[in-house]
Nanobody, 123 residues
Framework: QLQLVESGGGLVQPGGSLRLSCAAS????????IGWFRQAPGKEREGVSC????????YYADSVKGRFTISSDNAKNTVYLQMNSLKPEDTAVYYC????????????????WGQGTQVTVSS
């Protein structure tokens, strides 16, 4: 059974850092792309970053470029999102998602989703 489990969210002050993890089971990251998405209250789900480790391909939303870094540890079947210089507008529930074929920032094309982890940036 394919499963994604996010962890690492929490409360952090502006300018702080968090590292989110997305642990995959039931499939290999060698053959799937992973995307990170976020959804703030009253807003649509938006793409943050994505990776296809077999190609070394990564993409970032303009709003997080230079602050967030996506990486993959295929031996652990886990994808990470290192978030630095966090801002209050980064506050949202963060989700990871997987797809065998699609690599991009549009959530509707991902087939498998985790349950999400809350990130709150506040002083």
């Amino acid at each position: 059974q394919l499963q994604l489990v996010e962890s690492g969210g929490g409360l952090v002050q502006p300018g702080g850092s968090l590292r989110l993890s997305c642990a995959a089971s039931g499939f290999s990251l060698d053959y799937h792309a992973i995307g990170w998405f976020r959804q703030a209250p009253g807003k649509e789900r938006e793409g943050v970053s994505c990776i296809r480790s077999s190609e070394g391909s990564t993409y970032y939303a303009d709003s997080v470029k230079g602050r967030f870094t996506i990486s993959s540890d295929n031996a652990k079947n886990t994808v990470y999102l290192q978030m630095n210089s966090l801002k209050p507008e980064d506050t949202a529930v963060y989700y990871c998602a997987a797809d065998r074929w699609y690599l991009g920032m549009e959530p509707q094309w991902y087939d498998y989703w985790g349950q999400g982890t809350q990130v709150t940036v506040s002083s």
